[in-house]
């Protein structure tokens, strides 16, 4: 935890209920035990947790109510040290829904050894935004204090429902925030749906970036035709490359963050080593440059839809086209786990369908990281850490991710196509990840009878739970898909 935290633990016990007394007999928030926590250090939670108790204890009341007070207490602080992160038109739900990339750029990137809790947030209406706590921490007693101290400093009035807790068996904690009705204050609506261009690149939107940046005239070598969409690290601009005559999509870093070194080390090291990546199934990366201390990316422009899209428009597609498709997603993944990068965002939404012929490219790799070390784990730049409906268990328990849980996204793509259905259901997030972490999906045999029973046996084992019984690795499975491909060619 940020020794920040700690600061504000000794504030709060200065501010405790007078009368309270410690252990000693002293007035709380005099005699906290424990050692000297520096602002800029970052310390084990259980000090944290320890320092609550022992206040808890002198005050003769339950620890949740103190964790809980706390939160509050902490809520309008941290906007007064996260200011400069935060829009000024933002409410009490645009500021929830936007913590986990306010926390990312405050803390992850200045502070790699510090594990602030994830928090997944989905805005269901603009007056309700369902958060989802899967840390192992479980901290979510001082979480939902921390929302209900936003709305009394936003002057709103808010409704938490916990549908699910840690503390009562659950396997993650959710909250349903919803802004209560009469509340004078207006809605806002912040950019956070993924901006799809016409190209169909994915570009996850955010309102942090700074939208008055001009437009320039050439990047690099690049002339600039104009602006394909904002993202939460920058813009993605249409460019044309006059040397070699085509046109390509330069993702460039909003100078805003470029001024950080950490940050700007990070997103050149991991666009590189994306770029490193060569396979006709994974969107191409051409170069990777600096332009006055902002550096940007030079990108493949394609010419297609997204699987999303195409199945939407054409309705559902052939046994043979489903499986050459998930064949080429598996062969897409097994490159980029060669060099050791997950995806984990696996989804049609990503997968991108090329050319007449619809070829496969796995693209928007915005939330990709590293397989062996936390270390080289690739900047989240403020989108979701999976999507709900492909998100794997280990995903939602704050288990270890590996190239497995990339796998169980497409076992959920390829189930969908299939059963046109998805496995794992549910009216609200919490109740689709409470699906997943049950891990009983109606077998695909049932809900798809039609589907030969090879097939149906590979989609249940790439979604299988436990990772140990999903198969072994992508290649396998682009093997066996291959295999199936033949076998069932119309």
Known sequence: MHGLIFFFIHKFAERFPAGSTSRSGSASGSSISGEKHLPSGVYPDA?????????????????????GEFGEFLAPHLVKVAGTFI????????????????????????????????????????????????????????????????????????????????????????????????????????LTATIVSESGFDVPGDPGVVMDEPTPRTIGDYRVLGLIGSGAMGRVYLAHDDRLDRRVAIKVMSARYAGNANARQRFVRESRALGSIEHPHVMTIHQVGEQDGVPYIVMQLLEGRTLRDHRDISGPLPLAETLRIGKEIAAGLAAAHRRGILHRDIKPANVFLEGEARSVRII??????????????????????????????????DGELDAKSDLFGLGVILYEMLAR?????????????????KGNPAPLHETAPHVPPEVSDLVMRLIAHDKADRPADARAVAEQLAALEKKFAV
């Open 87 to 190: 829009d000024p038109q933002w409410t009490t739900l645009d500021l929830v829904e936007h913590t986990e990339a306010i926390i990312h750029r405050m803390v992850r990137v200045e502070k790699p050894g510090a594990t602030p809790p994830v928090l997944e947030a989905f805005r269901s209406a603009p007056d309700e935004l369902q958060l989802v706590y899967a840390s192992k921490r479980k901290l979510c007693l001082l979480a939902a204090g921390i929302v209900r101290g936003l709305a009394t400093h936003f002057q709103e009035q808010v409704v938490i429902e916990e549908p699910s807790c840690m503390h009562r068996g659950d396997a993650f904690c959710s909250f349903v925030i919803r802004r209560a009705q009469g509340d004078t204050q207006p809605a806002h609506s912040p």
């Open 421 to 437: 259905r998805l496995p794992f259901e549910g009216r609200t997030v919490a109740t689709v990840l409470t699906a997943i972490a």
């Open 364 to 397: 928007d790799f915005g939330l990709a990281r590293g397989i062996d070390s936390r270390a080289t784990a690739l900047t989240h730049d403020g989108a979701l850490v999976g999507t709900p409906s492909y998100m794997p268990p280990e995903r939602i328990d």
């Open 47 to 67: 000090d944290a947790v320890a320092m609550l108790a022992e206040l808890a204890l002198s005050a003769g009341r339950p620890l949740a109510d103190v964790m």
